[in-house]
């Protein structure tokens, strides 16, 4: 298993992955301003994880990137400056109620191994994702990017649109400064996560579902997402006053 790293220097993207020559590639721009977290967690973490790591990147960049990173870990137990202290994790309306049972969010390898009719393959397969993917729970921040993914798994194919139609399942909105300072969250240069589960007892702070929210469940990634943000916010800021 490899992974390959490139440098560049697009105004389009923080960065993005692909698929090239059989071999995972994750393209980074040196205009993101944090470029240097996402590179050296890549690199470090692969490494650890005895996983080949191919750089198309200049020693220069490199050096430079390591002078910024400094002491820095991508398993480190604090937040950085532009991660927030609230995570959430997507998922369909099928695993809904197994998530709830299992007070827990499972990694996909996990439930493969637990479940006799899981799933053939994760969602992730479809975008040419390594096999080390599937041993994490994946987080994001309050955006639309993982109800998007949501929503392609829920219709079976791979689409960017939020305005899609499809079935709305949950957003768990879970704790990620308490994940960090129990040395659960990982950085890999590409995602956030957890590996094998997230203990909800320990971690969740509120979900959101179609009933929830007292909506239809045939809806939008960009309905959906944005209406339990909305709710999300009001009862989070009930919470710290």
């Known amino acids: 298993m490899k992974i390959k790293c490139v440098m560049t220097n697009s105004t389009e993207y923080r960065q993005y992955n692909c698929f090239e020559n059989g071999i995972y590639t994750l393209k980074i721009s040196r205009n993101y301003e944090y470029w240097y977290y996402d590179l050296c967690d890549l690199i470090d973490f692969y490494s650890d994880m005895s996983i080949e790591v191919i750089l198309e990147i200049d020693d220069n960049d490199l050096s430079h990137a390591r002078k910024l990173y400094g002491n820095h870990k991508y398993n480190e137990k604090t937040l950085r400056e532009y991660e927030g202290d609230v995570m959430v994790h997507s998922t369909t309306k099928e695993n809904v109620v197994s998530i709830l049972a299992d007070k827990k969010i499972k990694s996909w390898n996990m439930l493969s191994a637990e479940k006799l009719d899981w799933e053939k393959q994760p969602i992730g397969a479809l975008l040419g994702d390594i096999e080390d993917f599937s041993n994490y729970v994946m987080l994001s921040g309050l955006s639309a990017n993982n109800e998007v993914v949501t929503a392609s798994k829920s219709n079976g194919v791979i689409s960017t649109d939020v305005n899609q139609s499809y079935i709305a399942g949950a957003r768990f909105y879970v704790d990620g400064r ?64």
Not at 190 to 203: G, T
Not at 211 to 229: D, Q, V
Not at 233 to 241: A, F, Q, T, V
């Open 178 to 241: 308490a994940l960090a300072r129990d040395g659960l969250l990982i950085r890999d240069g590409a995602h956030i996560k957890v590996r094998d589960s997230i203990d909800l007892e320990k971690y969740l702070i509120w979900y959101s579902t179609p009933e929830i929210l007292r909506i239809g469940e045939h809806t939008t990634p960009k309905e959906f997402f944005e209406l339990s943000n909305e709710r999300f916010m009001k009862i989070h800021m009930e919470l710290i006053k």
